[in-house]
């Protein structure tokens, strides 16, 4: 597909770019990403910089995966043990779960703060360029691993790992949550203002209507005969 292949190609540049930027950055200053990451080496810190910034994410998924399924068991012992008769994955029904859009806040702000945290040496030494690049570096990585996680989501062998595939399951949930709430966001508040100014003509000048007038360069509509 020439469309893979023409994505590939940009991606592959711009991580390389990137990762030279990086590596002359770190040549340029002998302090390096910043006092917090002073205990790695040089390449362990290069690797962070570029790396996707998932680790917390998915750590923290994980977690919320462990709680779930710790609430299951327990709820299963005090009904006398009847998940199995309900089902193997009974414990997606009786355990206690955290509202998925809480967990995707979680996750996206953990991921920001991954994403901008190695990168904030860049930032004070002035080199903001570099800083938009990588960060726009980690957040197509972050877009590869989705679109890789989605792709063992659909197969059949991830059913068979039952409630071991939840932390994976919750991490793309989150994420794609997060997108659509971000887009819905921005269309409905987008086309607020704009519902907000056709409220304010229609009680300001209800005879002329600035929509119609941009829209069809006729104001008011003249109906046909």
Not at 191 to 197: E, K, Q
């Amino acid at each position: 597909d020439i469309k893979f292949l023409l994505g590939f190609g940009i991606f592959a540049v711009w991580f390389s770019v990137v990762y030279q930027k990086v590596a002359l950055f770190s040549s340029v200053y002998s302090v390096g990403f910043g006092e917090h990451m002073e205990g790695f080496s040089e390449s362990v810190q290069r690797v962070f910089v570029v790396a996707p910034p998932i680790a917390l994410s998915a750590a923290f998924c994980f977690v919320v995966a462990l709680f779930e399924m710790g609430t299951s068991a327990v709820g299963a012992c005090c009904r006398g043990l009847r998940g199995h008769a309900e089902g193997d994955r009974g414990f997606q029904r009786h355990g206690c779960h955290l509202p998925l859009p809480l967990v995707a806040l979680v996750v996206v702000v953990a991921e920001i703060g991954e994403a901008a945290f190695p990168l904030c040496a860049l930032e004070q030494r002035g080199w903001r360029r570099t800083f938009v690049g990588g960060f726009v570096l980690k957040l197509l990585l972050t877009s590869l691993a989705l679109f890789l996680a989605e792709g063992v989501l659909s197969r059949k062998y991830f059913k068979a790992l039952d409630a071991f595939g939840r932390p994976l399951e919750l991490f793309v949930q989150a994420n794609r949550l997060a997108r659509d709430l971000v887009v819905s966001a921005l269309i409905f508040w987008t086309l607020a203002i704009g519902v907000l100014l056709n409220s304010l003509n229609e009680v300001v000048c209800p005879k002329y209507n600035l929509h119609q007038l941009f829209i069809y360069r006729s104001c008011p509509l003249q109906t046909a005969k």
